[in-house]
């Protein structure tokens, strides 16, 4: 009676914990990004449902050296911050990093096209800027993908085209050249409202920094569970096995 007790016990806190890591994936997110803003940079990605993890928040204190240490060596991410203009205007723009970041890499440099996948993005406006691919053999305009020091924030491109400062509040900026519209060159424009870059003069307010994975689709959660199944009714078979030993 006691090994069935256990055994059932077993089953449901396994599907317990399977369901948890359902709700868990599917709640993923912070304040920053809407359902709508995620389904969009789900879209720009184009790798179907993703499980965001919140890996970095600023507090009111931070400097870089806190983004750093919550976010250096976890692999890809998206970053994501307020951004406000000399005019007062506030957009929600950031970027994908297909690396993880570092605080001593200094350059992230992609020279080959297919290392090319990292995209900035203005959610307020609804548009996606991709790095630049290669022109002719060897063009190095788009090759720059990430700046990693531990007096910068999460910064983007050569410009630098998404710049966060050390103090991750006063004085960025965006000076778009490794990424720009539609694969197009065009230097010097701000990825907030594609004006001309005059002095750095981008306030950031809050920043959010997401691990990236795939959620499985539903059919993979019925494989495992069907896999919890026959984990659980081999156990059942043994215990009864054992129990006839017992008897004899």
């Known amino acids: 009676m006691q090994n069935k007790f256990r055994v059932a016990s077993s089953l449901a806190l396994a599907s317990a914990g399977l369901f948890f890591c359902m709700g868990a994936q599917a709640a993923s997110g912070s304040t920053l990004l809407s359902p709508a803003y995620q389904a969009q940079l789900e879209t720009w990605l184009g790798e179907g449902r993703l499980a965001l993890t919140n890996i970095y928040s600023k507090a009111a204190s931070d400097t870089a050296l806190d983004f750093h240490k919550a976010s250096d060596g976890k692999g890809r991410t998206f970053s994501v911050m307020e951004a406000t203009n000399s005019s007062g205007k506030t957009w929600l723009v950031g970027g994908y990093n297909p690396q993880s970041w570092s605080s001593t890499d200094g350059t992230h440099v992609t020279m080959d096209d297919s290392q090319r996948t990292a995209f900035l993005f203005n959610l307020t406006a609804g548009f996606m800027l991709p790095q630049l691919k290669q022109y002719f053999n060897g063009d190095?305009?788009?090759?720059?993908?990430?700046?990693?020091?531990?007096?910068?924030?999460p910064t983007f491109g050569y410009g630098h085209d998404l710049y966060v400062p050390q103090d991750l509040t006063h004085g960025g900026s965006s000076f778009l050249y490794t990424y720009n519209y539609r694969g197009l060159p065009s230097t010097g424009v701000s990825l907030l409202d594609g004006s001309t870059w005059h002095?750095?003069?981008?306030?950031?307010?809050?920043?959010?920094?997401?691990?990236?994975?795939?959620?499985?689709?539903?059919?993979?959660?019925?494989?495992?569970?069907?896999?919890?199944?026959?984990?659980?009714?081999?156990?059942r078979g043994k215990c009864a096995a054992g129990n006839v030993q017992d008897a004899k």
């Open 140 to 153: 190095g305009i788009g090759k720059d993908q990430t700046y990693n020091q531990p007096d910068y924030g």
């Open 199 to 235: 002095a750095n003069d981008v306030t950031f307010g809050a920043i959010q920094v997401f691990t990236i994975s795939a959620v499985p689709e539903p059919g993979t959660f019925g494989m495992l569970m069907a896999g919890l199944l026959l984990i659980v009714a081999r156990r």
